[in-house]
């Protein structure tokens, strides 16, 4: 089964979006992981990890959310880049939900399949 893991990361508590995404992912047809507010980098690779691990092949969409300022999510979503790219380059896909500021410094990175930024219809 296809499945989706997200949460807020870092020391963001702002995951309204995040319960959102994972509602409509649920009405999909995804198997969801919430981790919830202000989860650690390392928790979330963590999480995905032992998800790729158990999927027997299936699909890993990995929702990152981060809502504060743009300065301080470039640099945690750059290194949270970094620490995933195993994962990326094995299959994973990574989204990503934020203010428009925000989404604008993660579009930067590369890494991101698709960014949101609450403007966008259902």
Sequence with gaps: MKT????????CVHVAGVSKFLRLAE?????????GPAVHPQKMLDTVRQAQAESN???????????????????????FAEEAADLHESGVNF???????VVERAEKIGFFER????????
């Design 4 to 11: 989706v893991i997200a949460g807020a990361l870092g020391e």
């Design 27 to 35: 009405q999909a047809g995804w198997k969801t992981v919430f981790l």
């Design 57 to 79: 092949g299936d699909q890993v969409l990995v929702g990152v959310s981060y809502r504060l300022t743009p300065e301080t999510g470039e640099r945690l979503l750059g290194q």
């Design 95 to 101: 989204v990503f939900g934020g203010t428009p500021p």
């Design 115 to 122: 960014s949101f930024d609450g403007t966008e219809p259902v």
